[in-house]
């Protein structure tokens, strides 16, 4: 570590001495953190604007990763430029703005569907997959993604005869946040070749924090939140923020984004059983359903994962990266 250079090294991990292990549990873990930040959002925003609580978030992640910016900025400065406006998609877009469009439908007083609504993420996430990363989903991969979608679809519908949604503001702003989050599952990986985990979460939430400072401007949000609110900010930033995230980027390392993105299924799930238990919340049958289809095509997909020659996703092997001295 320190000020070693960073090379690469093709397709194994020095540690291990063989292929890295697959991380699509790990994703489906911190995916399942997301879910749990209900518990202190859907308070939050009845007291705090929602651009106000994206730039404290970011505030307190960058103030306790100062360390981390500090020790990979030659590895970001040497990014090419691909490299560096992914970076910006993932910190502008995926971390700062949707996570702004995604509080605010909270405003709407429902607290379960806007999770639900992210079921469109591995649409957007599959296609970016492969058009800017190579990714061919082998045809062992469509009952996985055709099982989850109908379990997406039966978690965000009560009634799935009747598909009406009563805010069509708030579902609009959650699907703006799920396309910008789809699209960043694919630039992490991308990402994923040239930084390191740590890197990756500091960097997004570095460049999220002057994009949402601009958001807070814009939308005449207080730049400063209420001192009474710091412990559940900093309980946001820390948990289903920094934590996940860490988490996130290690697992999507070791997996292809269209794979990734099954596992991210976990957050909605999550967030429903959040909702039903803690925020009066209730589940229809179909939705429980639902649910137990999306954690079991994420079980089985990471099962899969760890069986020689049974891949359901055919991606270029990506560079590890390794310390030099």
């Known amino acids: 570590m320190g ?10 991990s020095s540690s291990s001495g063989g292929t890295r292990r697959d991380g699509t549990g790990w994703v489906a873990l911190a995916a399942a953190l997301w879910g749990s930040d209900a518990l202190l959002r859907a308070h939050l925003v009845k007291a705090v604007p929602s651009a106000t609580i994206v730039l404290a978030e970011h505030a307190i992640a960058v103030v306790l990763l100062l ?59 599959i296609a970016g997959a492969r058009l800017l990363l190579g990714e061919r989903p082998r045809l062992r991969f469509a009952p996985f993604v055709a099982v989850a979608l109908v ?28 396309t910008l989050w789809g699209s960043g599952t694919v630039l992490g990986r991308l990402l994923s070749v040239s930084l390191s985990f740590e890197a990756t979460t500091a960097w997004r939430f570095a460049v999220g924090l002057p994009t949402a400072l601009v958001l807070a401007l814009l939308l005449d949000a207080p730049v400063v939140p209420p001192a009474a609110d710091l412990p559940a900010l900093a ?13 996130y980027y290690w697992g999507l390392q070791r997996t292809p984004a269209a794979r990734a993105t099954l596992a991210e299924l976990a957050y909605p799930v999550t967030a429903a059983v959040v909702g ?32 020689r020659g049974a891949a359901t996703v055919e991606a270029p092997p990506p560079p590890v990266l390794v310390e030099a001295g």
């Open 151 to 178: 379990g997406g679809f039966l978690v965000a519908f009560p009634h799935p005869g009747d598909v009406a949604v009563s805010s069509v503001r708030g579902a609009l702003l959650a699907l703006a946040a799920a």
């Open 235 to 247: 309980g946001l930033a820390l948990g289903p923020g920094l934590l996940s995230l860490l988490l």
């Open 3 to 12: 000020g070693g250079r960073v090379r690469f090294a093709s397709g194994m």
């Open 276 to 307: 039903v238990l803690f925020l009066s919340g209730s589940l229809t049958a179909t939705q429980v359903l639902g649910g137990v289809l999306v954690a079991g095509t994420v079980t089985l997909l990471a099962l899969a994962s760890q069986r």
């Open 67 to 125: 360390p981390v910016l500090v020790r990979t900025f030659p590895a970001v400065r040497r990014l090419d430029l691909r490299g560096k406006l992914a970076l910006i998609g993932i910190g502008g877009g995926a971390s700062a703005l949707a996570t702004v469009l995604f509080t605010e439908a909270f405003t709407y007083g429902d607290y379960i569907a806007p999770a639900l609504l992210q079921q469109a993420q591995p649409l957007i996430a």
